[in-house]
């Protein structure tokens, strides 16, 4: 079982900057994949940014150039740092890690709203 808790949201205005944050409660090494996704009101939920164990990260086209995603392993910490933020990037972002021993097991945590003022 692991535990994930986000913080760092909140309200900013457009073009400015946020680091969300996902700690875990297992030591994240022995996680295959972290992610960020997010959910906008009345939209599905977005896959946004990967990094997997190795290092390796993958973005949604809408945010490369301007989110980047880490890892501190030493903390159990994921980060996504989001500059020039747009309205558009308004959602309850969400962390998820993915272990896979045989199956591949997924959990979330609560999510941590962002608000982008125009």
């Known amino acids: 079982q692991v535990q994930l808790v986000e913080s760092g949201g909140g309200l900013v205005q457009a073009g400015g900057s946020l680091r969300l944050s996902c700690v875990a409660s297992?030591?994240?090494?022995?996680?295959?994949?972290m992610e960020w996704y997010r959910q906008a009101p009345g939209k599905q939920r977005e896959l946004v940014a990967t990094?997997?164990?190795?290092?390796?990260?993958n973005y949604v086209d809408s945010v490369k150039g301007r989110f980047t995603i880490s890892r501190d392993n030493a903390k159990n910490m994921v980060y996504l740092q989001m500059n020039n933020l747009k309205p558009e990037d308004t959602a309850v972002y969400y962390c998820r890690a993915t272990v896979v021993v045989g199956a591949a097991r997924h959990y979330w945590g609560q999510g941590t709203q962002v608000t982008v003022a125009s």
């Open positions: 297992t030591s994240i090494s022995s996680i295959n994949t």
């Open positions: 990094i997997t164990s190795g290092g390796s990260t």
